[in-house]
Nanobody
Framework: QVQLVESGGGLVQAGGSLRLSCAAS????????MGWFRQAPGKEREFVAT???????DYADSLKGRFTISRDNAKNTVYLQMDSLKPDDTAVYYC?????????????????WGQGTQVTASS
């Protein structure tokens, strides 16, 4: 069992930055591939980024160069640094954990989910 709690969302102006955090509890954090997804009203949940146990990363093509995923295993925390935010980035951002496999962009492959944190980028 893993519990995930996101934080760090908020309202920013277009071009600004936010850093999201996801704190994990339960089983060993270092055993899981971690991912970030987002969902805007009326849209399906979409892949943002993922990071493996060893720190290998992958990103949605449209977000490369603006978003950075990282993890601190000593703190049981995964981060998403978001720079140059655009209005289209507005969504609820979810943290997810996967115990079997890595690098997936498919939500169904992940086993645990946080409650989400709202990110709003205004023009």
């Amino acid at each position: 069992q893993v519990q995930l709690v996101e934080s760090g969302g908020g309202l920013v102006q277009a071009g600004g930055s936010l850093r999201l955090s996801c704190a994990a509890s339960g089983r060993s954090f270092s055993m899981y591939t971690m991912g970030w997804f987002r969902q805007a009203p009326g849209k399906e949940r979409e892949f943002v980024a993922t990071i493996s146990r060893s720190g290998n990363t992958d990103y949605a093509d449209s977000l490369k160069g603006r978003f950075t995923i990282s993890r601190d295993n000593a703190k049981n925390t995964v981060y998403l640094q978001m720079d140059s935010l655009k209005p289209d980035d507005t969504a609820v951002y979810y943290c997810a954990a996967r115990g079997n496999g890595w690098g997936s962009a498919t939500p169904d492959d992940y086993d645990y989910w946080g409650q989400g944190t709202q990110v709003t980028a205004s023009s």
